[in-house]
Nanobody, 116 residues
Framework: QVQLVESGGGLVQPGGSLRLSCAASGSIFSRYAMGWYRQAPGKQRELVARITRGGGGNTNYADSVKGRFTISRDNAKNTVYLQMNSLKPEDTAVYYC????????WGQGTQVTVSS
């Protein structure tokens, strides 16, 4: 059974940085591209970044985070990361990882709150 465990969230001031991690069990990493998604209160879950499988690691970002967020993956550790810089209050959300497109049950996510 595939499990996704996100970590690294927290409270940060505007302009600050956080690095999220997602550890996945099972064969998800070897079979799928991976993505980071987020869901803000009262809004639908949205994709913020994705990365192809394998060593190439081609990436794609939502316009709202382009130039501020960086997604990466360590296939040996079955882990995907999201480095978030220059955080804004509108980045406040619960962040989740999953395959892209999403193929399995969602994990618990990790809360990111950007506030002064």
């Amino acid at each position: 059974q595939v499990q996704l465990v996100e970590s690294g969230g927290g409270l940060v001031q505007p302009g600050g940085s956080l690095r999220l991690s997602c550890a996945a069990s099972g064969s998800i990493f070897s079979r799928y591209a991976m993505g980071w998604y987020r869901q803000a209160p009262g809004k639908q879950r949205e994709l913020v970044a994705r990365i192809t499988r394998g060593g190439g690691g081609n990436t794609n970002y939502a316009d709202s985070v382009k130039g501020r967020f960086t997604i990466s993956r360590d296939n040996a550790k079955n882990t995907v990361y999201l480095q978030m810089n220059s955080l804004k209050p509108e980045d406040t959300a619960v962040y989740y990882c999953n395959a892209y497109p999403a193929v399995t049950l969602w994990g618990q996510g990790t809360q990111v709150t950007v506030s002064s």
